[in-house]
């Protein structure tokens, strides 16, 4: 993977994760605040979804999915979930980046035990 690939998706990840901390923010203000606040948390994200789209990548999240060997995630507490019948993401940490049907960063996600 080429340095700046990897840089440019580096720092795609990092942004989506300062968006999701901004987005936690803004719910919690004041409700005249926070509709302006999440009106602008919503442009950043298609903005991020723009920049990546020019440079040939896309970013992923996986929540509510099963994880299974066909989605680029990796469970942070996969040591918790050895006796499921059935696991799912719970929420992502960071999103995967993907380039051409490459797979530049796994996302790194929560995972939990799904009804069976």
């Keep these: 993977m080429p340095e700046l690939e990897t840089s440019f998706a580096a720092m795609a990840t990092d942004y989506w994760k300062l968006l999701r901390s901004f987005e ?6 004041p409700s005249d ?7 602008q948390a919503r442009f950043a994200a ?12 896309e970013l992923a999240t996986f929540d509510g999915q099963e ?11 996969a040591d918790e ?6 696991t799912i993401v719970a929420s ?3 999103p995967a980046i993907m380039a051409g049907g490459r797979v530049l960063f796994q996302a790194r996600v ?6 069976a």
């Design 24 to 29: 936690k923010v803004a719910a919690a203000a």
């Design 33 to 39: 605040s926070a509709n302006r606040l999440l009106a």
């Design 46 to 57: 298609s903005r991020l979804a723009g920049h990546l789209a020019d440079a040939g990548m």
């Design 67 to 77: 994880i299974t060997p066909t989605i680029p995630v990796v469970a942070i507490n």
């Design 81 to 86: 979930c050895g006796e499921y019948a059935r």
């Design 92 to 94: 992502t940490v960071e």
């Design 110 to 115: 929560v995972a939990a035990e799904g009804e």
